[in-house]
């Protein structure tokens, strides 16, 4: 049986914790709990009551990862789109924008992304400090450091280079942060990650056992991803070599209530406001035309929620309850595969890499052909670019893309125009834009510390 953990978001409608945890200036819809039940911290003054901690750390990163089926999506569908997973079929201008390549610091839609992630960081960071204080080096204490440092993951692959990090004091007083370089988000992740295998290797709970090698393997991938983020594909090898490569850490959905659905099943199949996309741009990947097992579509046979695309159904997630793999030893074999090549490179242990994670994928994805045997570069692609198609294929809708085709430009120093869709944008009228990764919110103005970063630098 394959290691995996399976995250009961549904436990997370009833357990929302009240805390300030948007840290969107001059906007006091962060302070909005949807859920309908709430859970003051003040209540949270014993250890029996840490799991409600637990379940709200679920909840507000599901929130933030995927969105639901009642509000606004989630990082995956909107990275998925300023990227080359998804072409929008919508009339929404804030999606619109995305896709284009063209938004505005005032998008609305990008500002729920940032709010969301910044909650889902401060919802973790609260439940490290309650376990740290009621339960300290328990295995859950270490799966909410591993939260926080995801959290810092998203928002570093997703948006430019000068990121703020505030708090809310316990006077209700906003602690601003200081701006931070993607060098540094990935550096601070980093530490969280660190925290988590620091906290495992003190757990004494005789009830954590079987737990422990779990988080040590979410800590382990979520640490490779930040240090393969940073360039230091060497410690990232290190770091995941002893995930199993059938480990799965997933973060669970439910349909007992809109907000902890989920929300790539709703925009896609339900509401039709994303399409999958293919060689978009003219150098998008071919999602579609590739016919791989690991990328599950259908072509709807009708247009999307404009009435003029093409709508294209991602089957990846077929159900409001369907989970998303968070963590995988999918990603550590390729992470792997990266350090290899970076050392020595396409060798035989490069293309072994990749055969793993290709077969885990395959059965992962429930393919009923055996997935082929890698041996070497495809004609016409280079080994980075075979590598980086692997990863956009193995990890498909996942919120790894946008990220990857950054380092495409940072770490491998490719020419925009050969990594993100340009052009014309068809079918609707105008051309692609410059930008590369999402634009820090205008709420976020009110920091004294706060300039505009350029989301057209990746």
Known sequence: MPMRRHLIHARAAGAALVLSAGLIACDNRILRVTAPDVVLPSALTSASALPTATAAVYGDFGYAYTGDAGDDEGIIEDGGLLGDEFHSSDTFNTRIQIDQRSILNDNAQNEVDFRRIQRARTTAEFAVTQYQHLEPNAALEAEAFSFVGFAYLLAGENYCSGIPFSNVLPSGQIQYGALETSAQVFTDAAARFDSAITALGKDTISGDAGQIPIEQSLAAVGLGR?????????????????????????????????????????????????????????????????????????????????????????????????????????????????????????????????????????????????????????????????????????????????????????????????????????????????????????????????????????
């Open 226 to 458: 930040a240090l393969v983020d940073g360039g230091n594909y060497a410690a990232a090898a290190t770091a995941v070599a002893s995930v199993p490569t059938d480990f799965v850490f997933d973060q669970g959905y439910s349909q007992s209530s809109s907000r902890t659905s989920n929300g790539v099943f709703e925009y896609v199949q339900e509401e039709h406001r994303y399409s999958v996309a293919d060689q978009e741009g003219g150098v998008g990947l071919p999602f579609r035309s590739a016919n791989d097992p690991r990328v599950l579509w259908s072509d709807a046979g009708t247009l999307g929620f404009d009435a003029r695309d093409s709508l294209f159904l991602q089957l990846k997630y077929t159900s409001y309850n369907a989970p998303i793999p968070l963590a995988t030893g999918i990603e550590a074999r390729l992470i792997q595969a990266e350090a290899e090549l970076a050392a020595n490179g396409a060798d035989a242990n490069f293309f072994l890499y990749l055969d793993q994670a290709r077969t885990q994928s395959y059965i992962a994805n429930g393919a009923k052909t055996t997935a082929p045997s890698i041996t070497a570069v495809p004609a016409g692609m280079t080994p980075v670019t075979f590598l980086f198609q692997e990863r956009a294929f193995d990890l498909w809708l996942t919120a790894h893309r946008l990220g990857d085709m950054r380092r495409l430009l940072t770490q491998y120093h490719m020419g925009v125009n050969s990594v993100f869709p340009n052009g014309s944008y068809a079918p609707r009228p105008g051309n692609f834009g410059p930008d590369v990764d999402l634009p820090i919110p205008v709420t976020e103005e009110g920091n004294p510390s706060f300039k505009t970063c350029d989301n057209t630098i990746p």
